[in-house]
Structures are given as structure tokens and as C-alpha cells.
């Protein structure tokens, strides 16, 4: 199974400027290829906070979402296993593709954890000077470009695969 974090940053790489605000601030190139990623993959997986900005499953993916509560969640399934376990328990079902919505909890844990295969990082033309990094922890990654795309005039989409 191919996993991938999918992520949109600021110039100075911060995904939003506080943690309860609603990742609506990006293009609508992005917005299209978040879509069009996610729906390819099928399944999501998300921490509690992105997922409350949020509100709700996305329409035509299956939502998990990562929480140490017991949450009364509809539609989505709530988890706090090893992100080991959880790749592993995917791929034994016949899953192709896990994208990784983040936030910099969620994309931090399953780094450290060593199982992100690429990264999609779509650099919109802004810079918010703090708030939100796209991590949060120490890493030791090094990544290959795989490809690099203009998205608009002003965005550009990084493709990145993980050294392993
Ligand atoms: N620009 C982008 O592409 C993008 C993408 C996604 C998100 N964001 C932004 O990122 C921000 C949120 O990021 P964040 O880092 O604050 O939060 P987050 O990663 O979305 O969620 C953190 C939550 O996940 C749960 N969690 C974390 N580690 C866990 C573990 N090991 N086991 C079980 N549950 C675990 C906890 O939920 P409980 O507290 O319920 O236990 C924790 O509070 C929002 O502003 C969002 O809009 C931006």
C-alpha cells in the first residue's frame, strides 16, 4: 500500500495560523487536487482537531480519525492504534493508497512512525509568520522530488518521495 501526506503551506511552511482554523485558505487548485488525491485513495485519515474544523466526512471517502476520546462520531471511524498497526490492518484488507490529512499531530506521528511512502505539499503564495508547522516534532527525513508542478500562476505543488 502507497501512503502519502497531503498538505498545503504557507511560503514560510505553516499549514494554518491557529489550530481551529478551517484549512479554507488555500487555492482552488489546491482545493481540486485535495479532491481529486483523496478520492483516489479512498481513505482518509485525520486528527481530531483538522477533522473538527472540518465538521463532517467528506463526501465518497471513508474518514478516519485519529483520538484518544471515545467520540460519537457518525460516519467516520475513530482510532488511536499505532500507525504501524493501522497501515498494516489497510493493506491487509486490500487497500492501495492512505492519504494523511494531517494536522502537524497527525503528520508527525506517522512520520516518526516511518510509514509516509510520498508527500504532496502544494506551496501557496503567502507567508503567516507562526501559527501551525507542517510538523511538529524532530525528523531525520531525507526526501527525492518526484515531480513539480505550477498549479497557478502563483502555486507551485511539490512531489516528494520518502528515502527509506
Ligand atoms: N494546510 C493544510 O493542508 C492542513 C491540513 C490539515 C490540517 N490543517 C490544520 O492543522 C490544524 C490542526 O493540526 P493539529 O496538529 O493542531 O491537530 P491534529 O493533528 O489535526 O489533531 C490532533 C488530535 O489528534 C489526536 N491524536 C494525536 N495523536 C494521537 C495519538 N497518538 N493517538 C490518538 N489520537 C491522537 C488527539 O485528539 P483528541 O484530543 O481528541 O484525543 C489530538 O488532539 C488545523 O488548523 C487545521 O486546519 C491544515
Known sequence: ????????????????????ELADWTSKEDKKLFV??????????????????IGRALPDRQTIVY????LPYDDVEVTSEDPVDLVARLNKAGQAELAIC?????????????????????VE????????????????????LLETRQLN??????????QK
Do not use: W
Open 67 to 70: 483520538s484518544r476520546q471515545d
Open 1 to 20: 500500500m502507497r501512503t502519502f501526506i497531503i498538505a498545503a503551506i504557507s511560503a514560510d511552511g505553516f499549514i494554518a495560523r491557529s489550530s481551529d
Open 36 to 53: 481529486e488525491l483523496t478520492k483516489r485513495a479512498g481513505v482518509m485519515v485525520m486528527g481530531n482537531t483538522t477533522f473538527k474544523t
Open 153 to 162: 500562476e502563483n502555486v507551485l505543488l511539490l512531489h516528494y518521495e520518502v
Open 125 to 144: 503564495p503567502c507567508l503567516l509568520g507562526g501559527g501551525v508547522p507542517l510538523f511538529d516534532a524532530a525528523l531525520d527525513a531525507k526526501l527525492k
Open 102 to 122: 494531517g494536522g502537524s499531530t497527525i503528520y508527525s506521528l506517522f512520520m516518526q512512525a516511518g510509514v509516509v511512502d510520498e508527500l504532496y505539499l502544494t
